[in-house]
């Protein structure tokens, strides 16, 4: 689990009653990422481990070898410099932000006494470790962010240091004596929200892991709203929360690893909480616990370290298709009353003679029935008749805007549904033949065209408009696309050799058919219209991402049973059955069904100038089915 805010107090409380006073004897620095402090406290060597990785940042004990470049790298040069020698004074979180703050003390050259502080703040992809003098001043980071990175805060060389914003939660520790006399009252914005939502919303510090589980320690319905708690379940809701808050008030809590069933690597560490019915294995520290998680993490977690760019590809896609629908739909609204332009044009010529010279603005009826009396505004320096064409440019100009920004629409929908269909090939994949799948079909979008242009080279006929320059530019224009178009081509022909046949998921099934499912975009293409005959059956969960899934009848009439064994991978590979559980929605929520629907392949459609796997189809059927899988995989 990432350190949230409650688990980052309660080890900066631990590393604080283990290393104050402490001396730093030497500092190294891993990689781009991390640095290692080697301490000397009470006879004793320690080693310190500051990591802002973005999947992983933390500050612990460690007792993991590490190696170090032969060359130290600038920002471990300049922790050498100020803080060598020095000695540790204080470990603090402030206010259950996953911030850990160091501070170090020191005398300088003329036996002054000098303060330094190393901020460690693991913020996901924002995570950073910042050295500040004693005016918290910045002297450098691991991670510089300017103003064009961030328009909230700068972390940058001689800035003033500042927490990041506050979120104006509440303080576990002030609202504790409420929760023990049944007094705390939820934020009126929280109250209709889930009750793991609520918690995660009201208090400072709070994981979703650990709001999660709060309500399953209650034994309430995490997703019923606070408003629809009874009376039982909103008392037994303060009590638990009470007893962890206590916990960390007085620094009782019992740190450990657990595991996934029948595993015997680490799942997850934690501090306080762990999921009812997994196993744990308490451990002297939180320290201790992380650093059992980071060595087999290293091997466990290694599919998940190559897995997390791919999905954060998709998402960012994702969200620049969406902002760009986003701005198309604002000019649609700017521009969608163009109609009027045009008939104020009209207007205008049928009353020309009516209109007094030099007039600033006419009022008339329009053509409906009753008419509408409209004021048009009007240059006074132009007749009427050059008014009415100013509003006809003004007319062609907005019509223009506007089917262009309909043709925009469209295709922002297309990269919208295609980018929520890499993500979920993405967030789905299950080993390795996945990844190389998603991550061929990333390739392929990162190849670059040098022209968008489908131009055939041989299409140019001289001698219309163009002069000879204009002639071989186009030309050479022209053969630079075909060049491009066919580098593609071959990108995606090459996809489809190197995964070949035999890395689609296939499933034999006991009558001889054969189920076959893409692992990415590039392969749903390949299969729907390469691979299956027109008189396969084609399989989609209904209106959501997925897989492609054919079903290949050599000839013969499916069964039902066939039938919904295909209709149930589908909807196995669907962002229904992702985003539900991250897993495997069938197995946690009994009789959960998704819609899928399925038609002859000759139904389906691909659309014209969209990217793999974007289709249509038609004379489709739709069967309500649980997501799962045959036993039998080739």
């Known amino acids: 689990m990432p350190l949230d805010g409650v688990t980052t107090y309660l080890l900066s409380e631990e590393l604080n009653a283990s290393l104050n006073g402490a001396r730093v004897d030497k500092i190294y620095q891993p990689d781009k990422k991390s640095v290692l402090l080697l301490l000397r406290a009470f006879n004793s060597n320690s080693k310190l481990l500051l990591s802002a990785d973005p999947d992983f ?46 501070e170090f003390s020191s005398v300088d050259e003329i036996k002054d006494t000098v303060s330094f ?15 500040l003098n004693q005016d918290r001043r910045i002297i450098d980071s691991i991670f510089h962010v300017d103003a064009q990175m961030s328009r909230v805060r700068e972390v940058m060389p001689a800035r003033p240091y500042d927490y990041p914003p ?3 939660k509440i303080n576990p520790l002030t609202a504790l004596s409420a929760l023990e006399n049944h007094s705390f009252v939820f934020p009126d914005n929280t109250i209709v929200r889930p009750a793991e939502k609520a918690i995660l919303e009201t208090f400072t510090g709070i994981s979703p892991f650990f709001a999660s589980e709060i309500c399953t320690y209650a034994d309430i319905d995490a997703k019923k709203s606070i408003s629809d708690l009874d009376a039982l379940e909103h ?49 002297d520290s939180i320290s201790e616990a992380i650093d059992l998680l980071v060595v087999p993490g290293q091997i466990t977690n290694d599919f998940e370290q190559k897995k997390r760019p791919l999905i954060r590809f998709a998402e960012s896609g994702l969200a620049h298709a969406v902002r760009k629908h986003n701005v198309h739909l604002a ?90 269909s890499l993500l979920n090939a993405a967030t789905q994949a299950s080993d390795l033949r996945d990844l190389v799948a998603v991550k061929q079909e990333i390739d392929w979008l990162n190849t670059k065209d040098t022209s968008e242009t489908d131009e055939d080279p041989n299409s140019f006929h001289p001698g219309k408009s163009k002069n000879g320059k204009q002639k071989s530019r186009a030309i050479r224009s022209a053969m630079q696309a075909a060049k491009a178009k066919s580098r593609k081509k071959k990108v995606v022909e090459s996809a489809h050799t190197a ?46 991402p997925g897989s492609h899934v054919i079903l290949r009848n050599f000839g013969q009439t499916p069964s039902d049973q066939v039938f919904e064994i295909s209709a ?29 629907d399925y038609c002859m392949v000759k139904h389906v459609k691909k659309i014209p100038g969209a990217k793999p796997g974007m289709v249509t189809y038609s004379h489709f059927n739709t069967i309500l089915i649980q997501p799962s899988l045959p036993s039998n995989e080739r």
């Open 57 to 102: 940042p933390r500050a612990h004990l460690t007792e993991v070898a590490t190696s170090n470049p032969s060359t130290p790298p600038s920002f471990c040069m300049l922790l050498r410099k100020h803080l060598g020698g020095s000695r540790i004074s204080r470990i603090s979180s402030p206010s259950f932000e996953r911030i850990i703050e160091i």
């Open 117 to 131: 502080r190393l901020i460690i703040e693991m913020m996901g992809r924002y995570s950073n470790i910042i050295l």
């Open 166 to 168: 506050s979120q104006n």
């Open 235 to 283: 008392h037994n809701l303060c009590n638990t929360l009470a007893s962890f808050f206590v916990q960390i008030k007085t620094r009782t809590f019992s740190p450990g690893v657990f595991f996934k069933k029948n595993e015997d690597v680490p799942y997850d560490f934690h501090a306080l909480a762990y999921p009812k019915g997994m196993r744990s294995k308490q451990t």
């Open 331 to 420: 000019d649609l609204s700017d521009s969608e009353e163009f109609e009027k332009l045009k008939l104020f044009g009209d207007l205008l010529l049928t009353y020309q003679y009516a209109i007094p010279p030099k007039s600033s603005s006419f009022i008339c009826n329009d053509y409906s029935e009753p008419p509408i009396s409209l004021s048009i505004d009007l240059d006074e320096n132009l007749s009427p008749t050059d008014n009415a064409q100013r509003y006809y440019r003004k007319y062609r100009k907005a019509k223009t805007k506007y089917d262009k920004t309909v043709t925009f629409l469209k295709e922002d929908m297309l990269a919208i549904e295609y980018f929520k």
């Open 499 to 544: 995964s070949s046949i035999q890395s689609y998921r296939q499933f034999e099934l006991s009558d001889g058919e054969l189920v076959m499912c893409g692992r990415n975009n590039i392969q749903n293409d390949f299969l729907t219209f390469k691979v299956a005959s027109k008189d396969d059956y084609w399989f989609h969960a209904k209106n959501i």
């Open 568 to 596: 149930a991978v589908a909807a196995y590979y669907s962002s229904a059955n992702t985003d539900l559980s991250k897993g495997i929605v069938s197995k946690e929520i009994p009789n959960y069904k998704i819609e899928v």
